[in-house]
Every structure is written in structure tokens, then in C-alpha cells.
């Protein structure tokens, strides 16, 4: 039956998950903020296998390839090391910068607050792990974003505080 396939990390393994965080009341500007967030993770786990092979005859046919370097073709595609076995491969990691600007203005009693917060500075294209079927037209290609991780997005607001 092969159990010793199954095993491997989980769907969820992040070897890597870093978070950094601050802001920053600057002096003499009379209520001027600035503060951001910064996120790395580490890629999700995937397995590498061919949906038309079934290695051990099991009837199952998601049987994990043998290890070694595997490569995508076609538009952003990617080359992975994978380790063998269930969930030997890495997608691509997550880094994503977040900021926020704002001025507070106090006014008979009360403070307002102007602001702007733009999301993924640097822009960058988060993707979930591709496809690991070998028999896919889709595999190793990155095509979907990761939930959330949205291209730079800016927006601005006003609060009023009594």
C-alpha cells in the first residue's frame, strides 16, 4: 500500500512566517504618523505527481513523482526541487509591504484625522502554489493570486474623533 508515500508535511507547513511591524509619531510636525507592516512567508507545500500514472497499481492515480528539479512551461512558469513524496514541492513565498500616512489635526475639542494607506508597496504578485500534476496544461504556471495579496492599492479617509 505504499503509507510510507503518504506521509510528508502538512498542507499548512510554514517553515518561515516573519512579521514586522511599527509606527512612528514624528516630531515637531504637529501630528504627522507614519506606520507599515511587513509580511514574509514561506511557500506552500505541493506534491508533484501525473494523474495518468498509477506507479503502485492501487487504483488511485496521485501517486507522488520521484524526487528531483521539475519544470513548467508556458507564461510564468517555474522550475521546483522537490523532495519526493507527498508535499515535497514549494510553491512561492509571500512578501507583501503595507503603509499608512496620517495627520491629526486637533479642533475645539475634537481631532480629525487625515490619512492614506497604500497596500503592497512594492507591488509585487503573490501567488498560491501552481499545479503539480505533470498532465496538466497548467502545471508548474502560476495563474491565480493568493486571497488578499492584492496588487498596490491605495486609498485615502478622514475620522473625526469627540
Not at 33 to 38: E, K, L, Q, Y
Not at 97 to 107: A, E, H, K, Q, S
Amino acid at each position: 500500500m505504499n503509507l510510507d508515500q503518504n506521509e510528508g508535511p502538512t498542507d499548512f507547513d510554514r517553515p518561515h512566517n516573519l512579521v514586522l511591524s511599527g509606527s512612528w509619531a514624528v516630531p515637531h510636525t504637529g501630528g504627522l504618523t507614519v506606520a507599515a507592516v511587513a509580511r514574509y512567508l514561506s511557500g506552500d507545500p505541493f506534491t508533484i505527481f501525473n494523474a495518468n500514472i498509477d506507479a503502485d497499481r492501487n487504483g488511485i492515480a496521485a501517486d507522488p513523482l520521484a524526487a528531483g528539479t521539475y519544470s513548467g512551461s508556458g507564461l510564468n512558469a517555474i522550475t521546483v526541487t522537490d523532495k519526493g513524496g507527498r508535499n515535497g514541492a514549494r510553491g512561492p513565498d509571500f512578501y507583501q509591504i503595507d503603509t499608512r500616512l496620517g495627520y491629526r489635526i486637533p479642533v475645539r475639542g475634537m481631532r480629525v484625522e487625515l490619512f492614506g494607506e497604500i497596500f503592497n508597496l512594492t507591488d509585487r504578485a503573490n501567488f498560491v502554489s501552481p499545479s503539480g500534476n505533470q498532465n496538466s496544461t497548467a502545471f508548474l504556471r502560476l495563474t491565480t493570486l493568493r486571497s488578499g495579496a492584492v496588487p498596490r492599492t491605495m486609498q485615502f479617509g478622514s475620522r473625526i474623533s469627540f
